[in-house]
């Protein structure tokens, strides 16, 4: 068995687990061990994936994607950035999408984010749109509807479930029976 109850090959062991939740993220990003650093004095262009925890203390021009992202007061992103976890103490200059973001003091971010769960500490400053992730993804299906979108499978997932939603709140309140 590996840590967090992963597999060595990185899956969650013992088949059916519960859904993570936003403060399993947090505490298994605060848990694990660095696995990658780039160091203050490298600059990379281009775009990034990586798993597992990445520190930043260098530059980065381009996207990044992953799990667990640190970047330190040294460190700087152009680009957009979508992981699990983000603890920034450094500057980004883009897009952050991250189910947990904690925004340091002498944090500096430019752009739009999107996060679960925001933490902002007395000193960092957020120059741009925050918003809720549950919220943005509300409004991302509602757009996707208005402009005429297909029925793919997510969207009708979505609408089946608000159906039954509705089904069950009208069979609570009894409803209307016609006569014959």
């Not at 967090?4 to 062991?13: H, L, P, Q, T, V």
């Not at 520190?55 to 970047?71: F, K, P, S």
């Amino acid at each position: 068995m590996g840590v967090f109850g992963k597999s060595n090959d990185g899956k969650r062991e013992g088949g059916d687990t519960p859904a993570i939740s936003v403060g399993d993220i947090a505490i298994g990003a605060e848990q694990e061990v660095i696995a990658s650093i780039i160091d203050k004095t490298m600059t990379l262009s281009g775009e990034i994936q990586f798993s597992g925890k990445t520190r930043i203390d260098g530059r980065i021009n381009g996207d990044v994607q992953g799990e667990h992202l640190v970047i330190s007061e040294s460190g700087s992103i152009e680009g957009d950035i979508e992981v699990e976890s983000l603890n920034c103490y450094g500057i980004i200059n883009g897009s952050i999408v991250a189910d947990v973001l904690c925004v340091r003091k002498g944090c500096r971010i430019q752009g739009r984010v999107t996060a679960k769960d925001l933490t902002v500490e007395p000193g960092a400053a957020i120059c741009g749109e925050v918003r809720s992730a549950q919220l943005a993804e509300e409004k991302r299906l509602i757009d996707h509807l208005a402009e005429g979108g297909g029925q793919d499978e997510e969207i009708a997932a979505n609408r089946e479930k608000s159906e039954t939603r509705e089904e069950s709140s009208e069979s609570e309140k009894g409803g209307e029976y016609p006569l014959d």
